[in-house]
């Protein structure tokens, strides 16, 4: 399994991810530089990914929407902040609010920063997404593109929402 | 629900029944803070704010610790986990990305090992 080692800061509301992949760092860089390889790894079963444009430049936008199996769209964007090519690039994730990808200012904004570091003709990954608090989360989880939720909503979640 | 259930959720709904104290858990499910600085941010009397304390904490929403003189209050360990939770459902997302992208990277090995020009079907 390429993913080594998995973090949850409860109090920082960040999760770190790292992976190895048994290809070169250009071969991963690839994947984000390309949006039809991104397409395929983007989202969940289920839930195809259609990037409509993509930028990976600082500045840079991608608007993107998921398709559920019901035909509903969840419309979404990347706020491109830096690139650092192929090692690193960061952005802020968002939702928009239709084809427009008009930012939805309901919704939360979560800070992604995605690393890649070389070895020998293998790479090493960390993904670190963090949420501005748990309602945030929250949020992002109530969209329903997560699969197989495990999670069970705390009626205190509940009741602080109303 | 059992009788205990009852006096729970009485007691979780009484606490939550008053903006000022959803407000307080709200900023102690974020993180720790002493009461005396939860205090500067109302309106109030410090006895006062102490007191919407002292009805959460009976709740089970919070939980208070002493250092040196100061009262550190933080959200329950209920809602942390529940913080926990969905960390980990975003992590199933993730590692389901991670697991596609290795699989991406293993058909580019079969086609460079491929005898046959062309590529696969995907």
Known sequence: MPVTDVQHDLDALTLTITADFAAPVERVWEVYADPRQLERVWGPPGYPATFVDHDLTPGGRMNYYMTSPEGEKYYAYWDVTGVDEPERFTFRDGFALDETFTPNPDMPVSSQVYDFAAGDGTTRATFVATYASAEALQQVLDMGVVEGSTLAINQIDELLAS | ?122
């Open chain 2, 1 to 122: 629900m059992t009788e205990q259930d009852e006096d729970r959720a009485d007691a979780w709904f009484h606490a939550l029944s008053d903006r000022t104290r959803r407000d307080i858990l709200r900023r102690v499910l974020a993180g720790e803070h002493s009461v005396s600085a939860l205090a500067r941010s109302y309106d109030m009397s410090f006895a006062a704010v102490q007191k919407h304390v002292a009805v959460l904490e009976k709740a089970g929403l919070l939980t208070k610790r002493r250092q040196g003189r100061e009262a550190l209050a933080s959200g329950d360990v209920e809602a942390v986990r529940s913080v926990g939770a969905m960390l980990t459902d975003l992590e199933a997302l993730w590692r389901g990305r991670i697991s596609r992208m290795d699989e991406l990277f293993a058909a580019d090995t079969q086609h460079t090992t491929d005898t046959t020009p062309t590529h696969g079907t995907d």
